[in-house]
């Protein structure tokens, strides 16, 4: 008797085995939450075949046309849309989805659920209570944050400076700076010993002919329309377009 009852145990351990979904050794990993529904999804550029558990420090990737759902707690969810890449990790006990590319729509109740972060923003409930936020990061590192449901809490990383998102306003975050021109701007600058007037400068076209005033014209002209499409944004954060 005995017996068979440990040979049905082993038969039923076996089973569960092989119908869970199964993820290497963790190595002391935290769980964050569960991949509830997906589509040409990945995890690490390993495909993703069904429902499965995120660990922290997972990479969580969707194809061109994919999807998935991500459930992080019974009130706090992530869906990614196509071409969308999102690293989950949990610094402080407090789950954080860094979004380098794609389109992501994040549902929460409080801000120590989960916040999204763009390279220039991080995003979290500005208020207790339900909310909803879409964002959006284009392949530049620009990306843009709509409120769809309560208003978010918009910081800009780097200056720690904030602002609230009212419900149905978007705002958008600029790309970093770019490396490039970041060294022609410490270039352009003057040299220690050189007073700042005597700096050698870059050097410039010299033409005065009518092409070089319809150019300057139409710089100018572009640059009035970018100021009026600024006035026009929806948000007035610190997050601000910036041309480079």
Known sequence: MPTRFLRKAIC???????????????????AIGQIISSSGASVGGVPVPGPGTVLAGDT????KIGSALVKISASTQLNLAGGTTVNLTNPSGHPLARISSGILLAETDASDSLNI?????????AQPGKVSYLVSVSPDGSSTITARHGPALVTEITSGRR????????????????????????EAKPAPSEPAGQATPHPVATHQGSSAILILVAVGAAAGVGVAVGAGGGGSGPASPSAP
């Open 60 to 63: 969580l990737s969707t194809d």
């Open 12 to 30: 039923l351990s076996l089973v569960l085995g092989l119908t869970l979904p199964t993820r290497p050794a963790t190595g002391g990993q935290q």
């Open 163 to 186: 602002n609230t998102l009212p419900e149905g306003d978007t705002e958008a975050c600029a790309a970093p700076p770019s490396p490039v021109l970041e060294q022609e701007r410490e």
């Open 117 to 125: 972060e763009t390279p220039r923003c991080r995003i979290a409930p």
